[in-house]
């Protein structure tokens, strides 16, 4: 048990799939998971564990932004001893290339700054995404025929983003898509050791302005759901 996760150590699994939203959380696990438990409701930040193809999984909502997710990813790692990080969740698209409903698989992350951009000073750390995971994973998207993208993203500080300028220089070097945790979660991963991956579903787009009715989300988030399990446990 930590400060912000209520678990006992055997009640969480060595790979954890980490949406922001912890209602997402519960329904990835009622949906994907055999015999889901809850595990961890402290703040309300929900988790749960239970089996996939019989392998052991956890779900655990790590919150909106890069210092919420720190928290969650730090804890699990150092006091659960998790070995395999794979955050869930949406994404904006940056390119007119990216559709609503594509998968995009994060090579690299850019970003302003981080929790952890403290500790590099004047080095500007180059967060990356583990390898096996991410072919893994696309592979497991080429086989359901899903439109997937693979390459850098940004993991933006703020929501209500006010820099059009800025975004116009990412569209310009290739960025995919803006989501707000993934840069954390990768660099974590590489101090500890530990493997991560970002699987992303583009609900909204910058450009284009467009987002997903809320009706037609679920069946988008559960190929990315999917694809995250696979690629955890591909040989």
């Known amino acids: 048990m930590?400060?912000?996760?209520?678990?006992?150590?055997?009640?969480?699994?060595?790979?954890?799939?980490?949406?922001?939203?912890?209602?997402?959380a519960r329904w990835a696990a009622e949906t994907f998971l055999e015999s889901p438990k809850l595990v961890n409701e402290v703040r309300g930040m929900?988790?749960?564990?239970?089996t996939w193809h019989g392998h052991r999984v956890t779900i655990q909502g790590s919150g909106m932004g890069m210092p919420s997710l720190s928290i969650y990813a730090n804890e699990l790692i150092r006091d659960y001893g998790v070995k395999t990080l794979i955050r869930i969740g949406s994404c904006g698209g940056m390119q007119e290339s990216v559709k609503l409903r594509d998968l995009v698989l994060a090579m690299t992350t850019s970003s302003v700054s981080t929790p952890s951009s403290t500790i590099f000073r004047e080095l500007a750390f180059a967060p990356a995404a583990d390898w096996s995971l991410l072919s893994a994973a696309a592979k497991a998207a080429a086989k359901k025929e899903i439109d997937t993208h693979i390459g850098g993203i940004y993991s933006s500080d703020t929501f209500y983003d006010e820099r059009p300028d800025?975004?116009?220089?990412?569209?310009?070097?290739?960025?995919?898509?803006?989501?707000?945790?993934?840069a954390e979660l990768y660099t974590l991963a590489a101090r500890?050791?530990?493997r991560a991956l970002a699987v992303l579903t583009v609900s909204d787009h910058l450009k284009t302005h467009e987002a997903l009715p809320a009706d037609q989300r679920e069946k988008s988030f559960g190929d990315m759901v999917e694809i995250a399990l696979e690629a955890a446990f591909s040989e």
């Open 192 to 194: 500890y050791g530990c």
């Open 166 to 182: 800025l975004n116009e220089q990412m569209e310009r070097h290739g960025i995919l898509a803006v989501e707000m945790e993934a």
């Open 2 to 24: 930590t400060i912000h996760i209520g678990a006992t150590p055997e009640d969480i699994a060595q790979t954890v799939l980490m949406p922001g939203d912890p209602y997402r």
């Open 46 to 50: 929900l988790g749960f564990t239970g």
